[in-house]
Every structure is written in C-alpha cells, then in structure tokens.
C-alpha cells in the first residue's frame, strides 16, 4: 500500500526554492526534519526517514536528531547509558542534539554546505520522545510538527447516549506515554499506530491525519518488545507514506476511525508506568494477573513483616520484597489451603522445601527468587529464613518434620 512513491521531485535548482507536488495536489518546501526519540522504537521510523533522504528524490532535504542525555543507571549509578536513538544517529552519521531541557535551546540545523548558514527546521518529528515540544519551537517550523504513537488514538470509554459509538474494548487506543504496556497489561488483542499532528501546549492532542486500519491488527504478543517488533515498521512506513503524500501541508485533514467525533469525550490515558502499578493486590489480583505484570513491568513487589532480634528485645520490622525473578505456576499438586497473600512455606528439608503464596482466584504461585530490599537476590526459602520472615527452625531433621509440614509468614503481603 506505501511502497509506491507518490510525490515526486521538481527540476533540481536552488535548495531554497525547491518544490514538491503530491498527488493531493499540495506543495511544499524540501523538509528540514528535526526528529525527537529514545528508544527502538523510534529507530525504526528514523531509518526510514534517513533511507527515504537518501533515495534522493528531493522529499527530505536533511535530519537532524534530538534526544535525552546520557543517564547514570544501575547500582551505585556508575554506568552512563545513552539512549538507543543516540546510538543510531551517530550510525547513520547524522547530526546529534542532546538536550535535557528546551529552555533556552534554540534549534538550527547545520547543513551540509560550509558556507550555507544554519537554518530552522521546517517540519519536526517525535516518536516515544518523551518531552513536550515547546510551542515556540512547533509553530515556529512551517510545517508544525508529527507524531507516531502506537496505538489506535484516541480510546475512550462510551458514554450513554444513542448518538454515542460503542468500540470493542479488545482494541488498542491508548493516548499517553506508555500505549504498549498497557495494551499488554490490559490483554487487548488488537493494535495499530497512528500519525498526529503535534499540539503545541499538550501531548496527544494534535489532528489525526493517519491511521493503520480499525479496529486493528490482531496480534498475540506477550511482551513489550513484541509488540514493539510488530509496531515499530508499521509506525514508521505510515509516517514516510504521509510525508510522500503531503498530509503534514495545511489544511490538515482529521482521518481515523474517531474524526473528532465530539459525541465521545471520555478518553483514557495510558499513564507512565511507576512502581505501584508492580506493586501486587493479593486481594484483587489473578494468578494471570499477576503472571502478566510480571512478564510486562515485572519485577513485582511487596511488603512483608519480619521478626528481628536486637538489644530490646524481639521486635516486628517492615520489609519490602522485590519478587525479583518473579513467580511461575507449581507443577506439583497442592492440596494446602492458606489465606490469600499468606505465603507459606511446605517441606522443610533442604530437597523439598518451596515457597508458595494463594492468589484471590484460588490459584496458587511458586516465587523462584526474592530480593529484600537492601540485601541480594537469593533462593525464596533463604532469604525468608535469613530475615525472618516466617518462623523457620535453624535446624531441620527431615524425620521430624516431612515434607508436607509447613510454616506461614508473620503476616500476609501487603
């Protein structure tokens, strides 16, 4: 469907006064592209629009890159990371602009001719960038700015009202900074990408001028960079097929199944993922619940209480459990009845003894290792008698206690 060229070049004369006319019978200028991005998602889209400059057909006339600073990460924050489209910039030797903040950032971009002055960029491009452009900068470009989001925007929830559209829920329309994961965390089956215009004062607002087909493309997904896989190419051929066909020239055409339908005003945000949304509900969440965070956001969490030792005696201490390797499903049959969130430990031999904890749906989950906060990562069954977290004897003669005793924690998970 994009794979044909539907623009093309005029006789070549001065850069500046240079024009293209698509089908759709609009001109415009050579582009200027000043792209925004971080993560591999966004690669995908840069190597097309860097393929596209190279076919020479006058569509693109230069790219320029914006990204984040390299970050400390890690334990004691001793590794500097760059992010992935800093790392493909400078691959495909294009100009590279790191900037944490625009404030007082001016954009010019330097081209190719040493005598030829800096220019501004004419036409700007986020993918998975994560900063807000600032207004002065996305109407300052003649031809605003774009942006690739993977999902179908925008979703909302139907209101009641005759007049109002009811969409399946089982597809992916996901405005905010995290449409991937959630797609996943939601079990949703359907996905697709689509190219907005960039508002110049808040994300995800702008006028939907593309749109992979509703409602969506089916996929069977378990994990971001999955879905990532899947996305990345088709976000990045709507965005060179839209820039061949001039839909970025004003007057911008709104497209997509919602066309401003004011009807449907309640939309749903795909919210940045933090540490709560790892954080496990004994109480509300299903073992598939649980498996599926963890295969998503994982690692999970919890608190837990411990019994402690010191000078004043025996006292009870919280402390936070960082299921680190996550959990996996017995294969062994489990005929115990513990309280949901209430770990237990069965089998107190060195061969036999396991963790497990009881999900709210009756299903019952084995955690393979745990971290507690401040401490390594180690087996369950150790690092629970390390900090006391049930009362485990520190001597254990198989023939007094068989496999099928047990002992609970202190207290449930919280």
């Known amino acids: ?179 991937l994961h959630h797609t996943l965390l939601e079990g949703r089956k359907t996905t697709g990408v689509t190219l907005q215009t960039l508002h110049p004062t808040q994300f995800d607002k702008g006028k939907i001028i593309a749109q992979t087909p509703y409602p969506g493309i089916e996929h069977d997904a378990e994990s971001v960079e999955q879905l990532r896989d899947l996305t990345a190419p088709l976000g990045a051929e709507l965005l060179v097929s839209s820039l061949r066909n001039g839909l970025f020239v004003a007057p911008v055409q709104e497209t997509g199944w919602y066309r401003g339908d004011q009807s449907l005003t309640r939309f749903k945000k795909a919210s940045k993922i933090g540490s709560e949304d790892r954080h496990i509900d004994w ?66 031999s060195k061969t036999t003894k396991k963790v497990y904890v009881r999900t709210c749906d009756g299903q019952v989950l084995v955690p393979n290792h745990i971290k507690i906060e401040g401490g390594a990562t180690t087996a369950a069954f150790h690092a629970i008698k390390a900090r006391g977290l049930a009362p485990i004897p520190s001597t254990v003669n198989e023939s007094q206690h068989p496999a099928h005793d047990f002992v609970t924690f202190h207290s449930r998970l919280s």
């Open 1 to 179: 469907m994009y794979g044909r060229r539907f623009c093309k070049a005029a006789p070549a004369h001065i850069l500046g006064s240079r024009r293209h006319r698509c089908l759709s019978s609009k001109v415009h200028e050579p582009l200027h592209i000043l792209f925004c991005g971080s993560d591999q998602f966004s690669v995908t889209s840069l190597q097309a629009l860097e393929s596209e400059r190279k076919a020479s057909n006058g569509l693109i006339a230069s790219i320029d890159v914006v990204c984040r600073p390299p970050k400390l990460t890690r334990r004691y924050l001793k590794t500097l990371r760059e992010v992935p489209i800093a790392t493909a910039a400078r691959n495909l030797r294009l100009p590279l602009h790191e900037v944490d903040t625009f404030t007082g950032w001016t954009v010019r971009i330097s081209l190719v001719e040493p005598t030829t002055p800096p220019i501004s960029p004419n036409l700007i491009v986020t993918v998975s960038f994560g900063l807000l452009i600032p207004s002065r900068i996305v109407l300052h470009a003649k031809y605003g700015g774009l942006n690739v989001h993977p999902s179908l925007l925008p979703e909302y929830n139907h209101l009641n009202s005759p007049t109002t559209r009811i969409i399946p829920t089982n597809s992916a329309r996901l405005p905010g900074p995290a449409p």
């Open 283 to 348: 109480a509300s969440w299903s073992a598939d619940e649980i498996l599926r965070r963890q295969r998503v956001i994982g690692p999970l969490w919890n608190f837990a209480e411990s019994l402690v030792q010191d000078k004043s005696g025996e006292r009870r201490r919280t402390r936070r459990l960082i299921w680190e390797h996550g959990f996996r499903l017995p294969q062994e049959e489990f005929h115990l009845f513990p309280a949901i969130g209430q770990p237990i430990v069965v089998g107190l």
